[in-house]
């Protein structure tokens, strides 16, 4: 069982200190070049490599997650997150010149990518490490100064990453303000140039509402419930182990977990029996002896997950799997829940937690249907082999992102832009999309007064400017 760490201390009055701090850096330029912005990308590394176990023992601690998987989802994560945009640092932050009309020459056009200014980061409580340091890294690549505020639903990493902070990281250049709602709201007050949040949809409204009284943009990084198709003709036994993996890593407590299961009714039961086969042989009989399954982050938490699933139960769901609880040490078994039903409690919020439902449709078509009828998910995900199937779901699903065959891998490809859309959130980060996220694109043109092409299109206006207009855009006044 993890031990629950006493509260993190509330840096609400240091707020603005901090952020006037970290303007005075930025407005000296001192983190616009290129060899500064690889220094504190440097110095971010080793906090992460010299500080990886610290983070992996305060993650047991808040999570009961095992080191190791710590290491594969945040710590190692954020590093190969940070050693891909160090890698091509040059190319996406160099200045881009883009064709100018034939009409408007002689002249160059090129766009320049230049720090936002001060950037804050507000993360949640379920990758404390990874949500407070990907966005790091885009930011200081983009040559911002960053305030960070970790969760305080996660005390000891919150502690663990203030302590790491203040030993690798420059604090001209990097601030860290610990607390809940008071010290996050301190710093919406702030005029900071981005925010960057990561939570649920109730708080990101209250960001939102924030912000806009300073015009300052914000990415919100959200939830919701990914659905899974599962093609019956596939080989359950396989997906059953892709899916179980994805579902019950850090105890189901994962933005992109899958939130339920959707299939033809004789593919239903099969399917749940290998699951079930699947979590023994990830956790054994008894999951709550092994090291490697994980808790839930609080008692509140806790009594929520275990509310949607017993209501579930009371109102007809079957318990197929699991179920078993230990609310003192936040322990809820890994739960499969079938004959689940779009009305049943569970399937009525983001479920976040270790409770797997897999219900029933009659085909694809009914599950696009059901899917289409929510809110847009952060991700979809599908197992299919038939192409046909593969393009229809990509066509008509709306989420964030999708995966066919292999759920929450579409997060770990840095290439691919990782965001949600409509109620799943608003912009996307990682890799050169966090760098152009924390970037302003700056338009410049720029031509000589010799020759004097735009004469032309000076008063007084004759048939020589409607020849131009004409000229310039292809259409134009007949008279
Ligand atoms: P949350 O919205 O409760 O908290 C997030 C942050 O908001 C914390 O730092 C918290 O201190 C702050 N906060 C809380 N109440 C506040 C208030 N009244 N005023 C101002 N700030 C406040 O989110 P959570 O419960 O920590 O996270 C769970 C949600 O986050 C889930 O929906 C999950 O899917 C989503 N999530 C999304 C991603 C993603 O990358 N898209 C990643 C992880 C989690």
Same mark, same amino acid.
């Given at each position: 069982?993890?031990?629950?760490?006493?509260?993190?201390?509330?840096?609400?009055?240091?707020?603005?200190?901090?952020?006037?701090?970290?303007?005075?850096?930025?407005?000296?330029?001192?983190?616009?070049?290129? &060899?500064?912005?690889? +220094?504190?990308? /440097? #110095? %971010?590394? *080793?906090?992460? @490599? !010299?500080?990886?176990? &610290?983070?992996?023992? +305060?993650?047991? /601690? #808040? %999570?009961? *997650?095992?080191? @190791? !998987?710590?290491?594969?989802?945040?710590?190692?994560?954020?590093?190969?997150? %940070?050693?891909?945009?160090?890698?091509?640092?040059?190319?996406?932050?160099?200045?881009?010149?883009?064709?100018?009309?034939?009409?408007?020459?002689?002249?160059?056009?090129?766009?320049?990518?230049?720090?936002?200014?001060?950037?804050?980061?507000?993360?949640?409580?379920?990758?404390?490490?990874?949500?407070?340091?990907?966005?790091?890294?885009?930011?200081?690549?983009?040559?911002?100064?960053?305030?960070?505020?970790?969760?305080?639903?996660?005390?000891?990493?919150?502690?663990?990453?203030?302590?790491?902070?203040?030993?690798?990281?420059?604090?001209?250049?990097?601030?860290?303000?610990?607390?809940?709602?008071?010290?996050?709201?301190?710093?919406?007050?702030?005029?900071?140039?981005?925010?960057?949040?990561?939570?649920?949809?109730?708080?990101?409204?209250?960001?939102?509402?924030?912000?806009?009284?300073?015009?300052?943009?914000?990415?919100?990084?959200?939830?919701?419930?990914?659905?899974?198709?599962?093609?019956?003709?596939?080989?359950?036994?396989?997906?059953?182990?892709?899916?179980?993996?994805?579902?019950?890593?850090?105890?189901?407590?994962?933005?992109?977990?899958?939130?339920?299961?959707?299939?033809?009714?004789?593919?239903?039961?099969?399917?749940?029996?290998?699951?079930?086969?699947?979590?023994?042989?990830?956790?054994?009989?008894?999951?709550?002896?092994?090291?490697?399954?994980?808790?839930?982050?609080?008692?509140?938490?806790?009594?929520?997950?275990?509310?949607?699933?017993?209501?579930?139960?009371?109102?007809?769901?079957?318990?197929?799997?699991?179920?078993?609880?230990?609310?003192?040490?936040?322990?809820?078994?890994?739960?499969?829940?079938?004959?689940?039903?779009?009305?049943?409690?569970?399937?009525?919020?983001?479920?976040?937690?270790?409770?797997?439902?897999?219900?029933?449709?009659?085909?694809?078509?009914?599950?696009?249907?059901?899917?289409?009828?929510?809110?847009?998910?952060?991700?979809?995900?599908?197992?299919?082999?038939?192409?046909?199937?593969?393009?229809?779901?990509?066509?008509?699903?709306?989420?964030?992102?999708?995966?066919?065959?292999?759920?929450?891998?579409?997060?770990?490809?840095?290439?691919?832009?990782?965001?949600?859309?409509?109620?799943?959130?608003?912009?996307?980060?990682?890799?050169?999309?966090?760098?152009?996220?924390?970037?302003?694109?700056?338009?410049?043109?720029?031509?000589?007064?010799?020759?004097?092409?735009?004469?032309?299109?000076?008063?007084?206006?004759?048939?020589?400017?409607?020849?131009?207009?004409?000229?310039?855009?292809?259409?134009?006044?007949?008279?």
């Amino acid at each position: 069982m993890a031990d629950q760490h006493p509260p993190v201390p509330s840096d609400e009055a240091h707020v603005p200190g901090v952020v006037a701090r970290l303007r005075r850096t930025f407005e000296a330029g001192a983190t616009l070049p290129r &060899e500064s912005r690889r +220094a504190h990308l /440097a #110095d %971010l590394r *080793r906090l992460l @490599t !010299e500080g990886g176990d &610290e983070l992996g023992d +305060a993650l047991a /601690a #808040d %999570l009961g *997650r095992h080191p @190791t !998987e710590s290491w594969l989802v945040e710590i190692a994560f954020t590093v190969g997150e %940070l050693d891909h945009v160090a890698r091509n640092l040059r190319r996406w932050t160099s200045n881009r010149r883009v064709p100018v009309p034939a009409t408007l020459l002689p002249a160059s056009a090129t766009v320049v990518r230049e720090p936002l200014g001060v950037v804050g980061v507000i993360a949640p409580w379920n990758y404390p490490v990874q949500l407070v340091l990907a966005p790091l890294v885009g930011a200081l690549a983009a040559g911002n100064t960053v305030v960070l505020k970790p969760s305080e639903v996660a005390p000891a990493t919150s502690r663990a990453l203030a302590g790491l902070a203040a030993r690798h990281l420059d604090p001209d250049v990097v601030g860290i303000v610990q607390g809940g709602a008071g010290t996050t709201t301190a710093l919406l007050e702030e005029r900071l140039d981005h925010i960057f949040y990561t939570g649920g949809s109730r708080v990101a409204r209250i960001v939102a509402t924030a912000a806009a009284q300073n015009l300052t943009p914000v990415t919100l990084e959200l939830g919701g419930c990914s659905p899974v198709w599962v093609d019956p003709r596939q080989d359950l036994k396989a997906v059953a182990g892709r899916i179980a993996w994805a579902k019950w890593l850090n105890a189901g407590q994962t933005c992109v977990a899958p939130n339920h299961v959707l299939t033809t009714p004789d593919a239903a039961g099969p399917l749940a029996d290998h699951l079930a086969d699947a979590v023994r042989a990830m956790y054994g009989a008894d999951p709550s002896a092994s090291p490697d399954y994980g808790c839930l982050v609080s008692e509140q938490h806790h009594a929520r997950v275990a509310a949607l699933l017993d209501d579930s139960v009371a109102a007809g769901a079957h318990l197929h799997h699991g179920g078993r609880r230990d609310t003192a040490a936040r322990y809820l078994e890994p739960t499969i829940l079938t004959g689940v039903r779009p009305h049943h409690r569970v399937m009525s919020e983001e479920i976040f937690g270790p409770v797997l439902p897999i219900v029933e449709v009659d085909s694809l078509g009914s599950a696009i249907d059901q899917i289409r009828a929510g809110e847009h998910p952060l991700a979809a995900y599908a197992f299919t082999d038939d192409d046909a199937d593969r393009r229809r779901l990509v066509r008509e699903v709306r989420a964030g992102g999708m995966a066919f065959g292999a759920p929450m891998l579409q997060l770990s490809t840095p290439g691919l832009p990782f965001g949600g859309v409509g109620e799943s959130g608003t912009g996307a980060y990682h890799g050169e999309a966090s760098v152009r996220l924390f970037s302003h694109e700056k338009s410049v043109f720029s031509k000589p007064l010799r020759p004097d092409t735009l004469a032309l299109v000076r008063a007084p206006y004759g048939r020589r400017t409607r020849g131009m207009v004409r000229a310039m855009f292809g259409i134009g006044p007949r008279r």
